[in-house]
């Protein structure tokens, strides 16, 4: 089992920016992907943004262009830097692990408002 701890959520003003951090303890060595997803009220949860131990990306087109994710193994975190921030990408943002075995464990989540 992997615990996953995300910090960085905020209040922003349309256009600011905020950087979300995930730090992964636990069973870190059956880690290969990890990533962001948020949800919104009323919504499912949606991918925003993953990454592979070996650095590959895949972004949510919503956000393509305006997030970056970044991940550094040894020190089992991965870090969502959100710029020109939407009142739309008002959310919870849950910080993921995907283990090799298909197992996936979450974060509690963290609260992200932009407003507008």
């Known amino acids: 089992q992997v615990q996953l701890v995300e910090s960085g959520g905020g209040l922003v003003q349309t256009g600011g920016s905020l950087r979300l951090s995930c730090a992964a303890s636990?069973?870190?060595?059956?880690?290969?992907?990890m990533g962001w997803y948020r949800q919104a009220p009323g919504k499912q949860r949606e991918l925003v943004a993953a990454?592979?131990?070996?650095?590959?990306?895949n972004y949510a087109d919503s956000v393509k262009g305006r997030f970056t994710i970044s991940r550094d193994n040894a020190k089992n975190t991965v870090d969502l830097q959100m710029n020109s921030l939407r009142p739309e990408d008002t959310a919870v943002y849950y910080c993921?692990?995907?283990?090799?075995?298909?197992?996936?464990?979450w974060g509690q989540g963290t609260q992200v408002t932009v407003s507008s």
């Open positions: 993921n692990a995907d283990q090799w075995s298909g197992r996936r464990d």
């Open positions: 990454i592979t131990k070996g650095g590959s990306t």
């Open positions: 636990g069973s870190i060595f059956s880690i290969n992907a």
